[in-house]
């Protein structure tokens, strides 16, 4: 199973929106809403930011966003702060087969 | 909240085994599932396998299945990673996660430990 494509990186000036792009096939990604994205801070524990596409867990910040077109799940970063330089990784789960994979991630720098 | 605590930094020759570690917080968890993440030197987290820790049902990812052993000890509530013999390219971050049964998403992360090989 692949890795799912995500761009290698995403820049913005404090305040601005990114968005990031996650690209998979019709059997993974495209064939359940079973997304979650983690920030990953380089020597810290990853951290999930949103789960089942659009869901954020209790404490994770409402600038953070996710969404799902076909085969494309997207994660937006709304007021770019400082804070948000990290590395995000975007999950599918499909139980029928590895069962997870990453995607490639993505590094995000604010300018 | 659930913490996971892993093991420490380890540095082994190749060829040499090793089995690290990562223990859930809470006592008495039932139906937890705990998973194990690669993360090779400059490059992005792969998901390596998952283990159930009450009855210790595995799943792999294809690229680890016959690499790697993951195992668990219900008692303990520790998840464990093992080579029989480790290769230069088994020098990586190792991450566990977990979260209960039926999430499809991991929501509890230990801070990883580092493993490396040199002869």
């Known amino acids: 199973q692949s890795a799912l494509t995500q761009p290698a990186s995403v820049s913005g000036s404090p305040g601005q929106s990114i968005t990031i792009s996650c690209t998979g096939t019709s059997s993974d990604l495209g064939a359940y809403n079973w997304v979650s994205w983690y920030q990953h801070h380089p020597g810290k524990a990853p951290k999930l930011i949103i789960y089942e596409v659009y869901n954020r867990p209790s404490g994770v910040s409402h600038r953070f966003s996710g969404s799902k077109s076909g085969n494309t799940a997207s994660l937006t970063i709304s007021g770019l702060q400082a804070e948000d330089e990290a590395n995000y990784y975007c999950?599918?789960?499909?139980?029928?087969?590895?069962?997870?994979?990453f995607g490639t991630g993505t590094e995000v720098t604010v300018l | 909240e659930v913490q996971l605590v892993q093991s420490g930094a380890e540095l082994k020759k190749p060829g040499e085994s090793l089995k690290i570690s990562c223990q859930v917080s809470e006592n008495s968890l039932t139906n937890y599932w705990m998973a194990w993440v690669r993360q090779m030197p400059g490059k992005g987290l792969e998901w390596m396998g998952i283990?159930?820790?009450?009855?210790?049902?595995?799943a792999f990812s294809p690229a680890f299945r016959g690499q790697v052993t993951i195992s668990a000890d219900r008692s303990s509530s520790t998840a464990f990673l093992q080579w029989s013999s480790l290769g230069a390219s088994d020098a990586a971050f190792y991450y566990c996660a977990g979260t209960r049964h039926g999430n499809t998403f991991w929501t509890d992360w230990g801070p990883g430990t580092l493993v490396t090989v040199s002869s």
């Open positions: 999950c599918s789960y499909t139980p029928t087969t590895s069962p997870y994979v």
């Open positions: 283990i159930r820790l009450d009855d210790s049902d595995t």
